[in-house]
């Protein structure tokens, strides 16, 4: 056998359907009860076209969040803002009540008027009625886990304060309507601003292979013990393209946004993957990502994609 043929191998080690406790691990979010597989779901994608109206097929969707728990993902990230409404609706039919150790991680700062359009929702007063919202449609006394979700430059971080928000939010813990609190979209800084408001538990950005952006913030979180969630693992409106990424995945027989996952869980053990989907074959193959194997030599190969961006843009 080639040592070609032997890297392969002992990389690939198994992409059979990944099953209940092999999701790449599990990690603990700080100071809380609660301990997720490290492969989650994300499911902004089960509302209609753009993130907006219903799912093309509600019963698929229904399917789809059963058999997220039946394989044992045990953390689905949502919004209100998502549909609107109608994504918080469905997992409420597909789930409740929910089951035992099931963590429910919402976001507030947002909003989806009638046009469809992305708008931020970001005073006191939205913020308190995004809450009761998230509680109303999912059914819930308390919601396990909220993202201030600073709405930026579009899709960017953009500096500034957000302790307006995240004391909002703080006040709604101390209500009894919010357990824990986490952020995303932001900043180092913004980071950094937030906890000395309140205990943050976990950090949402966008980050994949091609961007990397984050990776001082997530070696860092990860020293104090803070999960790091990028959201757009797979590239989001914009799947990730590469010819290295590519022929790896060639490579170890796998699809390339396995890989893509794959590196990610790699990256850090405090990055935890929300990957969505409104395909029961593509979520099969997300979750099969976790029995991805990568050594050092292919971890450096896809390293390289980033270092492409980067020169690309420069």
């Not at 691990?25 to 089960?46: E, N």
């Not at 307006?164 to 101390?174: C, F, G, K, N, P």
């Not at 790699?266 to 990502?289: D, F, K, V, Y």
Request: aromatic share 6%.
């Amino acid at each position: 056998m080639s040592d070609a043929t032997t890297k392969s191998s002992n990389e690939t080690n198994s992409l059979a359907t990944a099953k209940r406790g092999t999701l790449g691990g599990s990690f603990t979010f700080p100071g809380t009860p609660f301990t997720v597989q490290r492969i989650g779901y994300g499911a902004m994608q089960l509302s209609g076209p753009g993130i907006f109206g219903p799912p093309r097929d509600p019963e698929a969707a229904v399917a789809i969040l059963r058999e997220v728990v039946a394989a044992g993902v045990n953390h689905i990230d949502t919004s209100d803002y998502y549909g609107p409404h109608l994504t918080n609706k469905t997992i409420r039919e597909a789930l409740h009540p929910y089951p035992a150790g099931l963590v429910i991680v919402t976001k507030l700062g947002g909003r989806r008027p009638a046009d469809g359009s992305w708008q931020a929702a970001t005073s006191p007063a939205e913020l308190i009625a995004a809450t009761h919202d998230n509680l109303r449609n999912l059914g819930l006394e308390a919601l396990d886990i909220v993202n201030y979700r600073s709405m930026g430059a579009g899709l960017g971080t953009a500096e500034g304060s957000i302790a307006e928000q995240v004391t909002v939010l703080a006040d709604l813990r101390r209500q009894g309507l919010i357990r824990h609190i986490g952020v995303s979209n932001v900043t180092a800084a913004q980071v950094a601003e937030a906890q000395s408001i309140t205990k943050i538990v976990c950090v949402q950005n966008n980050y994949n292979l091609a961007y990397r952006h984050d990776d001082g913030l997530i070696d860092d979180l990860a020293r104090h013990g803070i999960p790091y969630v990028p959201f757009f693992p797979l590239g989001g409106f914009t799947p990730l393209q590469s010819s290295i990424l590519s022929n790896v995945a060639a490579r170890l027989g796998s699809t390339p946004m396995q890989v893509a996952l794959a590196w990610l869980l790699h990256r850090s053990p405090n990055i935890l993957l929300i990957p969505g989907t409104s395909s029961l074959a593509h979520l099969r193959e997300n979750l099969a990502a976790a029995e991805l194997k990568l050594s050092a030599e292919t971890l450096a190969e896809l390293d390289g994609i980033a270092a492409g961006a980067k020169a690309v843009a420069h």
